[in-house]
């Protein structure tokens, strides 16, 4: 069981003002903040976090989209902090997500879902240095 995740508030939530009700939704959930910027992603680090989709037909438009306003990856940490995060969230798609979910209170589409969560704990690890030096991130963070 991990302890730490990656949130990333996409360009839609920060569009639509919604960071710090995204933020008390998290902290309220029991999630420590370790970490926590504001970026524009260029295209070559939207590619490269995204990596993973490369060969499906959404992943051009998932970089274009990243790209498209700022956003805020924010390093969390809490015991089994992957599996809670993602339920916390809910389902990539709004219209399938559980009620109270963030996705369903506030996302628009399955394009536009208002955050991004890691998947498994070892990409939880790649996404937060793919963010945050270890420098950056609070010096009580879990190894």
Known sequence: MSNKTL???KPDCVEKNLIGEVILKITG???KIKALKMVRLSE??????YEVHKERP?????????????C???ALEKENAVADFRKLIGATDPSKADEGTIRKLFADSIERNIVHGSDSDENAA???A???SRKELLDNFSE
């Open 7 to 9: 949130a990333i508030l």
């Open 29 to 31: 959930a029991g999630f």
């Open 44 to 49: 070559a680090s939207s590619g490269g976090f």
């Open 58 to 70: 959404f992943y051009k438009n998932l970089v274009e989209y990243m790209t498209s306003g700022a």
């Open 72 to 74: 805020v990856p924010i």
């Open 126 to 128: 790649k996404e937060i």
């Open 130 to 132: 793919h963010f945050f």
